[in-house]
């Protein structure tokens, strides 16, 4: 069987903030359709090399390439013109907009008429303001957000809220997903409702997915292959029984506890 074509590779990206080794020389590869997890203790740099995934920060040394292209110290919408798209860890969302609207908003972003049409409400434009509309209804229903669909975001609970980012994030049709602690805040079941959406996403939409998670239920009942980050350093990779007995990754979990 043919493997799968590498998605995302990242090669020796080292990130460094002021005297701070946020990420020294890390290499991940992620293939088409893989849903990978990215652990580790506090202060470990995950959300540091998802700061470097999306063009939030540049790498200090290294190479990152999407799909072939170099996304090393792109700008964030190049980037997910490119096909990545994020979840942050503290929910950002446009809290005063509808739940609806802060979908549509994505979906307008990537839309291809020009301001002319949208301004005189030309044909072309009508057209795709019909396609929004209908494919805004879709992520709502697999989000189980129909209901809210008119209410304002903020006033949505937590977990509902966090399945809105998600689904906001799939409006802009990316090809890697990148989810940053998506079950913070959420009680078992609906973190256990999130495992099986996660799955079917991936699966419906076509995604490869990397997924920043504290939940160890859901990291080891979700993921292909586990990446683990300590102070900075790759110090294992492998399935999640691997991963689970890596002496280690124990010991960097231990010296958090300590
Ligand atoms: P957590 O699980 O607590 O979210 P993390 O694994 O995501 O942690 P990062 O947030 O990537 O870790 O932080 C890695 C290191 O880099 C930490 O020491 C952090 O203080 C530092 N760091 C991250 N961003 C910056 C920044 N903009 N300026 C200075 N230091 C930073």
């Excluded at 609207?101 to 795709?128: C, D, M």
Aim: charged share 25%; with cysteine; net charge neutral.
């Amino acid at each position: 069987m043919i493997s799968p074509a590498v998605l995302l590779n990242v090669k020796e990206a080292s990130r460094q903030f002021g005297g701070i080794r946020a990420l020294t020389d890390v290499s991940i590869q992620l293939r088409t359709g893989e849903l990978i997890g990215l652990i580790g203790p506090n202060g470990a740099g995950k959300t540091t090399l998802f700061n470097l995934l999306t063009g939030v920060y540049e790498p200090s040394r290294g190479e990152i390439t999407l799909n072939g292209q170099s996304i090393g110290g792109k700008k964030p919408y190049q980037i997910c013109h490119k096909g990545a798209a994020r979840t942050f860890q503290n929910i950002r969302l446009f809290g005063e907009m509808t739940v609806a609207e802060n979908i549509k908003i994505a979906y307008t972003q990537h839309a291809k008429y020009s301001i002319w049409s949208s301004f005189f409400r030309l044909p072309g434009y009508l057209r795709g303001e019909k396609e929004i509309e209908e494919k805004t209804d879709e992520l709502l229903a697999i989000f189980r957000l129909s209901e809210h669909k008119d209410e304002k975001a903020k006033n949505l609970s937590y977990g509902a809220q966090r399945r809105l980012e998600i689904a906001r994030a799939l409006a802009a049709r990316p090809k890697l997903l990148l989810l940053d602690e998506p079950a913070a805040g959420m009680n078992p079941n609906e973190t256990r409702e999130l495992m099986n959406l996660i799955r079917w996403i991936r699966e419906e939409f076509d995604l490869t997915i990397l997924l920043i998670e504290h939940d160890m239920s859901l990291v080891m009942g979700v993921c292909d292959r586990i990446y683990v980050l300590d102070q900075g350093k790759l110090i294992a990779e492998g399935t999640p029984d691997r991963i689970r007995n890596n002496r280690a990754v124990i010991e960097a979990y231990l010296g958090q506890e300590a």
